[in-house]
């Protein structure tokens, strides 16, 4: 069982930066692959970036490579989505998201089996 708590969600200008982090409770944090979604009013929830269980391979949508950068810490139990360059379209709940099976099919929400509860991020144009 893992737990899973966003924060650092927030509103800032367009061309702004912000960073998410994401605690994990349990002890086997180091055992799954790593994931950021995002959702807006609506819509499914899309898929930002992924981590594999070391943090040594990383992911990407399309829509955020270059701006984006996941990044975990397995002595403190978090992950971490640096945003920079933000734009209106990034307005979305982000969530954090725990694979048991690394980062098989890393961008299918359906495999992965724990959420946390999601943070705002707004970005005004």
């Known amino acids: 069982q893992v737990q899973l708590v966003e924060s650092g969600g927030g509103l800032v200008q367009a061309g702004g930066s912000l960073r998410l982090s994401c605690a994990a409770s349990?002890?086997?944090?180091?055992?799954?692959?790593m994931g950021w979604f995002r959702q807006t009013l609506g819509k499914e929830r899309v898929f930002v970036a992924a981590?594999?269980?070391?943090?040594?391979?990383?992911v990407y949508a399309d829509s955020v490579k270059g701006r984006f950068t996941i990044s975990r810490d397995n002595t403190k139990n978090t992950i971490d989505l640096q945003m920079n360059s933000l734009k209106a379209e990034d307005t979305a709940v982000y969530y954090c998201?725990?694979?048991?099976?690394?980062?098989?099919?890393?961008?299918?929400?359906?495999?992965?089996?724990?959420w946390g509860q999601g943070t705002q991020v707004t970005v005004s144009s």
């Open positions: 981590a594999s269980e070391t943090g040594s391979v990383t």
């Open positions: 998201a725990a694979n048991p099976r690394g980062l098989y099919f890393y961008s299918v929400s359906d495999n992965y089996d724990y």
């Open positions: 349990g002890r086997t944090f180091g055992s799954y692959g």
